[in-house]
């Protein structure tokens, strides 16, 4: 079962390489979508995959790269239709 998932995490995560860590997991599980990072200091991911695999690249997420400090992760589901138009997993620029 497929699973798209919008994700906002807060705490240190810009600046510590939590964009490329997240994109690392994200290849790992062979899953679809983007990162970037927020005017407001927080990183936002849509990430789109099995269910299993999406579980997993949140796990990681919460975790973090070794100098990041996740404080919060919260995620809500985004529209599959949205999530059909995703073919790779980017690294963004910043909104």
């Not at 995490?9 to 390489?17: F, H, L, N, S």
């Not at 936002?44 to 996740?70: H, Q």
């Amino acid at each position: 079962m497929s699973e798209t998932l919008r994700v906002i995490v807060e705490g240190r995560v810009q600046g510590v390489g939590y964009r490329e860590f997240v994109r690392r997991a994200a290849a790992r599980n062979q899953i679809t979508g983007w990162v970037r990072n927020r005017a407001d200091g927080a990183v936002e991911a849509l990430i789109s995959g099995d269910a299993e695999n999406v579980a997993a690249v949140l796990l990681e997420m919460r975790a973090g790269p070794p100098l990041s400090a996740v404080i919060d992760l919260r995620t809500e589901p985004v529209d599959a239709a949205e999530a059909e138009t995703l073919v790779a997993f980017r690294v963004l620029r910043g909104a």
